[in-house]
């Protein structure tokens, strides 16, 4: 399985950045697909970006433009680069890997990390 570790997350105002890392360990890493999901309390949990083995990303139209999703297979690392932040991106940030095979589907998620958009 994979085990997953985010860090980097914190309070920063409005128009600021920060970056997201995500480190996994516990098997082969390059065949997942890795996400960033978001939550927020009462609301469900949110895809924010995700970047397939190949590096074919995908970004919520609500972040596309201000973040970057990047991997690095080798290092078993996954970022989420965050740049004009703005309050309603304030939410705990989850990330994730999915690898979805003919007969069995796997899919492990990190404990999350709080990001905090001050005014």
């Known amino acids: 399985q994979v085990q997953l570790v985010e860090s980097g997350g914190g309070l920063v105002q409005a128009g600021g950045s920060l970056r997201l890392s995500c480190a996994a360990s516990g098997a082969i890493f390059g065949p997942y697909t890795m996400g960033w999901y978001r939550q927020t309390p009462g609301k469900q949990r949110e895809l924010v970006a995700t970047?397939?083995?190949?590096?074919?990303?995908n970004y919520a139209d609500a972040v596309k433009g201000r973040f970057t999703i990047s991997r690095d297979n080798a290092k078993n690392m996954v970022y989420l680069q965050m740049d004009s932040l703005k309050p309603e991106d304030t939410a705990v940030y989850y990330c994730?890997?999915?690898?979805?095979?003919?007969?069995?589907?796997?899919?492990?998620w990190g404990q999350g990390t709080q990001v905090t958009v001050s005014l």
């Open positions: 970047i397939t083995r190949d590096g074919t990303t």
């Open positions: 994730n890997a999915r690898l979805r095979l003919t007969l069995r589907e796997f899919d492990y």
